[in-house]
Each structure stands twice: as C-alpha cells, then as structure tokens.
C-alpha cells in the first residue's frame, strides 16, 4: 500500500492565523481526501482533491475555510483559514490504495488553536 | 452524510478475553473496511471485506461482511495489551461516489 508523509505533525497556533499541511504519496494516485477528526469523534470528510481540478468539498466545509491544492499526482495541501479554537482537531489526508488495501491514512497533524 | 453506528462506544477487558464489536448502517455498504488507531497516530488498516457474507481473518482478528449488506462485525480473540486503541468501521457504496463513511469508533482498553 502506499506511504504517507504528513507534515507539521502537530502545532499550537493563534486564533486568526492560518495553517498550511502538506501531504506527500510515495506513488501516483488519482485521488486524495482529507479528513478531519474532532476531539473524541470519528472521522468526518472534508474534501476530495484531485489534480487539475478543484477540489470537492462535503457539506459543511467551504473553500474559503479549507482552501485545497493538488499540484502534482503526489502531492496535496490542505489550509485552515482564519482558525478558531473550534478548528482544533486532527487533520488527516488519505489515499485509497486499491482493493485489498483500502484508504491509506498520513499520520495526522494535530492542531490546537488558541 | 451517513454516519455509522459502532457499539459498544467502549470496552474494558481483561486480557486474554475475546472482543466482539459491531458496525450497522442504514443503507447498503458493497465494502467494509476495518481500522484501528493509536493514540497519535493515523488510522491503520486491519481487514477489507468486498462480498456479502464474506468473513476475513487476519491474525487474531477476524471480520465478516453481513448478509444483509448493512452490517460488519469484527472479533478479536485473546487480547493483549497492544489491541489497546480505537476501531473504526468504515462503509462504502457505489451511490455515494465512493466515499467512505466511519463509524463512531470503539475504544478498547485491555487490562494487563
């Protein structure tokens, strides 16, 4: 199955700000997912990004909040704009890896808004 | 969108005792995934069922994909304390453009 990198592992921000996460795939893949899991919940889908085109987003979540770049098969971005302390939460990006491996997950960015 | 119901929410065991959990759902699923995560971590996953019926091993975990296509069950037999952390179920249908929906999660702790 594929490998995820995803960076920053966690981080502290102010209120206000906005944070870039970075996702890289060690092979091409079509499509890539974000994800996001509040405190104690499940995972919950913010978008589908794939490349050369804007991303999808699910209900709820909005381009201006978590603008989304797919420059390349392998690589994806996703920012958390103007953050408030209820954007605390672990962000993970997901690749589906083919049948028999299903969605593979990065390790997560675990942020905190203060 | 859909969300999967996960029960139990929690368990306490003892080890060496068996774990069953369950996953069910309004609508009908063509694949079931299973994952479990550490704290800290992304979820790992543990089993793929693709067919009704099917039922899976892997290790000491076994998963089955229900009759009905609506439901999932994973056990894990003779506990130890590594299978501490939380199971997600996770659903996907050809009606919902592919997305995977997760369950509520099971949180496991094993008792030493």
């Known amino acids: 199955s594929a490998v995820i990198s995803q960076k920053p592992s966690r981080d502290i921000c102010q209120r206000g700000t906005s944070l870039t996460i970075q996702c890289q795939v060690d092979?091409?893949?079509?499509?890539m997912f974000w994800y996001r899991q509040q405190p104690g919940q499940s995972l919950t889908l913010i978008a589908t990004a794939n490349q050369g085109s804007e991303a999808t987003y699910e209900s709820g979540f909005v381009i201006d909040k978590f603008p989304i770049s797919r420059p390349n098969l392998t690589f994806s971005t996703l920012t958390v704009s103007n953050m408030s302390p209820e954007d605390s939460s672990i962000y993970l990006c997901?690749?589906?890896?083919?049948?028999?491996?299903?969605?593979?997950f990065g390790s997560g960015t675990r942020l905190t808004v203060v | 969108g859909q969300q999967l119901n996960q029960s139990p929410q929690s368990m306490f065991i003892q080890e060496g005792e068996d774990v069953s959990m369950n996953c069910t759902s309004s609508s009908i699923f063509n694949t079931w995934l299973w994952y479990k995560q550490d704290p800290g971590e992304g979820p790992v996953l543990l089993i793929a069922l693709y067919k009704a019926g099917e039922l899976t091993s892997n290790g000491r975990l076994t998963a089955q994909f229900g009759i009905t296509r609506k439901d999932s069950f994973l056990n894990i037999s003779a506990s130890i304390p590594s299978d501490v952390g939380i199971y997600f179920c996770?659903?996907?249908?050809?009606?919902?453009?592919?997305?995977?929906?997760f369950g509520t999660g099971t949180s496991l702790t094993v008792i030493p």
């Open positions: 996770a659903g996907q249908s050809w009606n919902t453009g592919n997305q995977f929906y």
């Open positions: 092979s091409q893949v079509t499509m």
């Open positions: 997901s690749v589906d890896s083919g049948q028999g491996y299903g969605y593979t």
